[in-house]
């Protein structure tokens, strides 16, 4: 069975998914989009990824033209013409086709794509070892230019962070605000786990507030380990025991060195190890099953 993409209500083959070049996603980056995981033949935080959708639309005034019933119809729909039971699916919403103007009002209806692929952010002999990252020189943007909440077309930000680590040779790239606390990294949630306590940015220092990052503040709540929502600086990155970052594309990866320093003992600590085992068994037992739910045709 070959990958199947959604566009605006058709259910089209990997290779024929194709969106006009006038689409002010292409154009501008106006658009919004989703990252999801699916597990074992269930779609893991499906509800909250759909929420976060329509929230970061309603963020831009982009109107989906689905309801978000019929979104979640339409991603088992694709996932289960993929015939795939661990994937990676990528909804996207653009402005749809306007002009060459950035007035988004030039757009009448705007374009959904649902991608379903699957995905290995970092190979599995990086987790066993531990990543390297280095604090990037780009800043993230700040909240009040535009928000972190809302997961936009426009990547640029983290894209210039992301090639600082592969200038540099290493996995990952850690962000600072422009006050030059630890924000999050190009595009997963930061932690570090410090005299028993285990700590992660605070959410008004300009992060995402990760799906993952929420997961796991469960489950270090789960292990009787104090989770706090802090302001730090690189010194406590560098002084932490340990430390791992949360994305559902990358999961729970341990970071064993930080900017040439090495973090603990340079190797996974028991915490984050911990924590990656709780993390693969809820995936595991929780999210909504594929092959169980009604069959939808496209938009209505
Ligand atoms: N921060 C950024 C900038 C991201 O793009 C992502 C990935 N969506 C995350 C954090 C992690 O969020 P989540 O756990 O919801 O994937």
């Given at each position: 069975m070959g990958l199947v993409t959604y566009i605006n209500g058709q259910f089209v083959p990997k290779e024929e998914a194709k969106i006009s070049v006038f689409d002010h996603g292409y154009l501008y980056g106006d658009g919004i989009f989703e990252g999801i995981r699916v597990y074992h033949g269930r779609v893991f935080r499906l509800d909250e990824h759909v929420k976060r959708l329509y929230d970061s639309a309603h963020y831009l005034m982009l109107e989906i033209p689905l309801s978000p019933e019929q979104m979640k119809q339409a991603i088992l729909e694709t996932v289960r013409r993929c015939g795939l039971r661990d994937a990676y699916i990528r909804p996207v919403v653009s402005r749809g086709v306007g002009d060459l103007?950035?007035?988004?009002?030039?757009?009448k209806t705007a374009s959904v794509v649902i991608i379903v692929d699957t995905i290995q952010l970092h190979p599995e002999e990086a987790y066993l070892r531990g990543l390297r990252a280095i604090h990037a020189t780009t800043r993230k943007v700040r909240p009040d230019a535009l928000s972190p909440q809302a997961k936009t077309l426009n990547y640029l930000n983290g894209i210039m962070a992301r090639m600082e680590a592969n200038l540099a040779g290493v996995d990952e790239a850690i962000m600072l605000t422009s006050d030059g606390y630890v924000c999050e990294c190009s595009a997963e949630n930061i932690f570090l786990v410090r005299g028993g306590e285990v700590w992660t940015p605070a959410p008004y220092l300009g992060i995402l507030k990760g799906i993952t990052r929420e997961t796991v503040m469960g489950l270090v709540r789960e292990l009787g380990l104090p989770m706090l929502e802090k302001v730090f600086t690189m010194y406590d990155v560098y002084t932490a025991e340990e430390c791992f970052l949360t994305g559902t594309g990358a999961e729970v990866g341990p970071v064993v060195e930080v900017d040439s320093r090495r973090i603990g003992t340079g190797a996974p600590g028991p915490t984050t190890l911990r924590v990656m085992k709780l993390f693969r068994e809820l995936t595991r037992r929780e999210g909504t099953p594929i092959y169980e739910t009604e069959v939808v045709e496209g938009r209505t």
């Open positions: 103007g950035l007035d988004p009002r030039k757009c």
